[in-house]
């Protein structure tokens, strides 16, 4: 099995004291299973930027995060699931904010299991596959 990774499961890893309950499953992950969204590394560059660590949340970022993971580009295929996924939401009053549908999107489109704590936003997403391991360890 493969995942991608959503903002908050990367930054769990960066905390002081990350869980370690997720850790350990991490470690035992081969690293051709390990992915992310372009928009998660956006979403990481923002909050660096808005840091007043920022030189601190830019080295983590590209000496430990993008070496460690392979980042999936938002490209058309995968803006074509974005927009079926979107489409839908709005049709049941459930909308989510546009960043979360193209992370989503990009799981869909390449068959991974999402990696978040954020299963509320999720869960409305049809096709999605959800690997609940942060949620699990949060709640240990």
């Not at 372009?38 to 923002?46: C, F, N, S």
């Not at 999936?72 to 074509?80: E, G, K, Q």
């Amino acid at each position: 099995m493969a995942y991608l990774f959503d903002t908050d499961a990367i930054s769990e890893l960066l905390r002081p004291r990350p869980l370690r309950q997720y850790v350990q499953w991490l470690s035992q992950l081969s690293r051709d299973e390990q992915f992310t969204s372009a928009v998660v590394i956006g979403e990481l560059y923002k909050g660096a930027f808005r840091s007043q660590a920022r030189e601190r949340h830019l080295a983590n970022i590209e000496q430990l995060i993008l070496p460690a993971v392979t980042v999936l580009p938002y490209d058309v295929a995968t803006a074509r699931v974005y927009g079926k996924i979107r489409a839908h939401l709005e049709k049941t009053g459930k909308v989510l904010a546009d960043a979360d549908l193209q992370i989503a999107a990009t799981a869909i489109h390449h068959r991974l299991e999402l990696v978040s704590g954020n299963l509320r936003h999720f869960e409305r997403i049809p096709d999605l596959r959800f690997y609940r391991i942060l949620i699990d360890a949060r709640r240990s």
